[in-house]
C-alpha cells in the first residue's frame, strides 16, 4: 500500500477493526483542530486518522462539543486543519486552493443535514437537478439521474410536489437523493434523521444504506442514536479529541 495511507494514530487494541486490504476512497492523517478562545486553545482533534472505504456506511458518535462537525468539515473541505493530511480519490487536498477545493466538492463529495435545507420554491426533481446543472450536466441527463433516485428512494409520485407539500421524511430522502445527484465517492451525513421520528428515521435510515450498498459510494453518518450507529458496518467515537473505531457486535 501507498506510503500516504500508511496507518497513524491508533486505537486501543480493543477497538480495532480488521485491516481491510482495500485501498480507502477516502483517507485523513494526523490530522489536528485548535480553537482559540481568548488565550484559551481547545485542542478538538488530535493526531486523528481515518480510512473510507467504498460501500461502507460508517457511523460518527460523540457527545455535543466532541469535535464530530469540525472532522465533517475537515472531510468534506469545508475548513482546513492546523495539521495533518487529507487525501480524496488519489489526490492529496491538504495545500488545494479554495477553487480546488470547491471543484473537488462539487464531484467527490455529498452532503446530508440534519435539516434538508431543500429550496422552498423548487420540487423534488428540480432540487435534484439544480446540483448537476450546476455540476455541468445538461438538464435531460439531470432530469434522468434525479427521476432514477428518487423512484428508488420512492418518491416517484412526488417529483412535482414542493418541500411544503411533503412530509418530513419526504423531504429528507429527497434531500439525500440531492446528497448523491452528482456521483460523489464520498457522502457526508450529519445527523440526518436526528429531526425525524423514530419511525420514519428508521425508514429513511435503511432506504440511505440501501442506496449506499446500490451505489457503492463511502459514507459517514454522524448521529447521537446509538442503536442506528450499531447497524453500521463500522463506528468511529470521538473522545477527548481522539478517534476510536471497532466494528458492532451483532
Known amino acids: 500500500m501507498n506510503n500516504q495511507y500508511q496507518t497513524g494514530v491508533q486505537p486501543p487494541q480493543q477497538f480495532q477493526q480488521p485491516q481491510s486490504r482495500q485501498r480507502p476512497i477516502m483517507a485523513i492523517r494526523g490530522i489536528d483542530k485548535v480553537y482559540h478562545q481568548g488565550e484559551r486553545e481547545i485542542h478538538v482533534l488530535k493526531g486523528v486518522s481515518v480510512d473510507l472505504f467504498k460501500g461502507e456506511a460508517v457511523a460518527l458518535v460523540g457527545p455535543s462539543g466532541s469535535g464530530k462537525s ?30 480546488q477545493r470547491t471543484k473537488m466538492r462539487r464531484s467527490e463529495i455529498g452532503f446530508v443535514y440534519q435539516f434538508h435545507q431543500l429550496l422552498p420554491e423548487f420540487s423534488a426533481l428540480e432540487n435534484v437537478i439544480i446540483p448537476q446543472l450546476i455540476n455541468g450536466h445538461t438538464r435531460k441527463t439531470a432530469e434522468q439521474r434525479a427521476k432514477v433516485i428518487l423512484d428508488f428512494l420512492g418518491l416517484a409520485d412526488r417529483l412535482t410536489h414542493r418541500p411544503n407539500a411533503m412530509s418530513g421524511g419526504e423531504q429528507q430522502r429527497v434531500a439525500i437523493a440531492r446528497g448523491i445527484a452528482n456521483e460523489p465517492a464520498v457522502l457526508l451525513a450529519d445527523e440526518p434523521t436526528g429531526n425525524l421520528d423514530p419511525n420514519t428515521a428508521d425508514r429513511v435510515f435503511q432506504q440511505l444504506m440501501g442506496l449506499i450498498r446500490h451505489t457503492g459510494l463511502a459514507a459517514i453518518i454522524a448521529t447521537h442514536n446509538f442503536e442506528l450507529a450499531n447497524k453500521m458496518d463500522r463506528v468511529l467515537q470521538l473522545q477527548d479529541g481522539q478517534i476510536y473505531s471497532y466494528v458492532p457486535q451483532r
Open 70 to 99: 469540525s472532522l465533517l468539515h475537515i472531510l468534506g473541505l469545508l475548513d482546513k486543519a492546523d495539521d495533518g493530511k487529507v487525501y480524496l480519490s488519489g489526490h492529496d487536498c491538504t495545500d488545494f486552493n479554495d477553487a
